[in-house]
């Protein structure tokens, strides 16, 4: 890749470092130059720009960023489009993060241009949580790089989740003479609370005198009521092999697998196993709803993921946890995590098709309603896709029967575009992050279009308005961010929503699309027809 201050002249094709401001406005760093570009550069006075241009055997971030991404996460991970060189995974259920270290560290050591960060190691992660991010270091990956990074990560994905299996769990709880009830009720209590917040059940319960016979007897028992894993909370702490609790696990049949754990709190934790059933010595730490050690392997455990005495003995970096501010208790909550937006698609289907004549959203287009075809691109790529109706109500939902779409009706919507975004908007769920603004005779427009505008959607980062860009032109649909809601539904009479464009530039992003979909409509007999031919129907 060449980078550095280009003459005009030399910088078609290029990528943009840095914004450049014209006369009409700005080019944001990122774009790449065309020659209309160029001559607007020009008119203005531009003389040279910072840019990038890519060298034979480059490959371009977006596309370097989505190769990657394609193939890091395995189940229970989505992988949202690229934009500026970052592709972000997701989980698609909530579960633990399995990380493959020793990969992720080859991969981040091939070149400073490509990177990737996940979760750590068995994070417990909410569905749409984000769990890594491919980010290429602008503007380009060389593509040995990228054939070495597909090759590290070959056909084993580098992070996948584990989603927590709702697991019948079993709890003995040992007692001596001078053993309070209310003890007895705490360790019950914290327990039940812990298999909960994992999606577990405590499906049986027995209190037995501190003796090898008798817990001996009650892991029989429970583990008769099929319970996995059957945890065993002790009146006093284990300190040996010999200990009651290790002995009850092999007078009932089973075998002590490792005693005791370099994590603090939680070092007096013991695995064991009887056949093929995790048995867990518990810590007296855990009558506490701090994190300590029996956390990560009862975490690990209810969501199907073997534990070895290795795995509990590599515990130790990171493995002090008392009074680290930065790892919440359990009822403490932890901090919020960035997760996946959630996006709403709004189709405007109100309009009165003057120019048409007859309701062109009802016209054919091979094969299928105009609207049909739109409306099931937008349900692709969003959380809920809905319906504003106005005119010919009836005959939409006809059109649009079988498709799982929520329909709002404007009964004002002869009174312009503005009644129907104030409707839509108004319907919105409070858990919606963003809308995508659709109108109904754009049936070209794809879902990747859409996933395009998504991945480009950051409101910390300013990027709260995604309007998809072809050539010099600005088209349609836009995302808008929730923080624009209100601005939206204040809109009066035919006015549309790009109005308030000029008040909120600072929060525009520009978002470039491989062809012309985003400028298409048809709203005339000749548009009509001009979008069958694109679409490949007479």
């Known amino acids: 890749m060449i980078f550095g201050e280009l003459p005009l002249a030399e910088a078609e094709g290029a990528i943009l470092a840095h914004s450049v401001k014209h006369d ?58 690229p934009f500026t060189g970052r592709a972000n995974l997701h989980a698609s259920v909530r579960g633990l993060a399995i990380v493959d270290t020793a990969r992720v560290n080859a991969l981040n050591r091939l070149h400073e241009s490509l990177t990737l960060a996940t979760v750590q190691p068995f994070a417990i992660v909410e569905e749409r949580e984000m ?60 327990m039940r609370e812990r298999i909960a917040a994992l999606e577990g059940t405590l499906a049986a319960v027995r209190v037995v005198p501190h003796a090898i016979a008798d817990v001996a007897a009650a892991i029989a028992e429970v583990s008769a009521y099929l319970c996995d894993p059957i945890l065993v909370f002790g009146a006093s702490a284990i300190v040996d092999r010999g200990d009651v609790i290790p002995m009850a696990v092999a007078k009932a049949g089973g075998e002590v697998l490792h005693l005791g754990m370099p994590v603090d709190p939680g070092n007096l934790m013991m695995l064991g196993a009887l056949r093929d059933v995790p048995v867990i010595g518990v810590p007296s730490c855990a009558r506490s709803p701090k994190l300590n050690g029996f956390d990560w392997v009862l975490a690990r455990v209810l969501a199907g993921v073997q534990v070895t005495p290795q795995d509990i003995m590599d515990m130790g970096a990171g493995g002090l946890l008392a ?4 790892r919440p208790a359990p009822r403490e909550g932890r901090p919020k995590p960035q997760r996946a937006p959630r996006v709403a698609a709004i189709v405007l ?132 961010g929730r923080q624009h809601f209100e601005a939206l539904q204040k809109l009066a009479g035919d006015k549309g929503a790009r109005v308030l464009f000029d008040a909120l530039a600072d929060e525009i992003i520009d978002v470039a699309m491989a062809d012309d979909s985003v400028l298409i409509d048809a709203d005339t007999p000749e548009a009509l027809a001009a979008v069958r031919a694109k679409a490949g129907v007479s």
């Not at 491919?134 to 992070?159: Q, S, Y």
């Not at 009074?323 to 930065?326: G, L, Q, S």
């Open 24 to 81: 009409g406005g700005m080019f944001k760093k990122g774009r790449k130059l065309t020659e209309d570009d160029i001559g607007l550069l020009k008119a203005s006075g531009v003389e040279m720009v910072f840019a990038a241009r890519l060298s034979d055997g480059d490959v371009a971030e977006d596309e370097a960023a989505a190769a990657v991404a394609r193939v890091t996460g395995a189940a229970g991970t989505a992988a949202q489009a």
């Open 131 to 190: 769990v890594a991010t491919v980010k290429v270091i602008p503007f380009a990956v060389p593509g040995d790089v990228l054939a070495r990074a597909l090759a590290i990560i070959g056909e084993t994905p580098l992070i996948r989740i584990e989603a927590f299996r709702n697991k019948r769990v079993g709890l003995i709880i040992t007692r001596l003479p001078q053993t309070k009830p209310s003890i007895i009720a705490k360790s019950e209590e914290a």
């Open 323 to 326: 009074e680290i501010p930065t």
């Open 349 to 480: 289907a109100a309009g009165q098709s003057s120019r048409m004549g007859t309701n062109k959203l009802l016209a054919d287009v091979g094969g299928l309603p105009m609207i049909r075809r739109t409306v099931a691109a937008m349900r692709q790529a969003s959380d809920e896709t809905i319906v504003v109706t106005g005119r010919d109500a009836d005959e939409i939902a006809a059109a649009l029967e079988g498709l799982p779409v929520r329909f709002v009706h404007n009964a004002l919507y002869a009174e312009g575009l503005s009644t129907s975004l104030t409707a839509g908007i108004g319907s919105l769920t409070p858990d919606t992050d963003a809308a995508v603004i659709a109108l109904g005779d754009m049936p070209l427009v794809t879902p990747d279009v859409v996933r395009r505008l998504i991945a480009a959607y950051s409101p910390a980062e300013h990027r709260s308005i995604c309007v998809p860009v072809f050539g010099q032109d600005r088209g349609n649909p836009v995302l808008w």
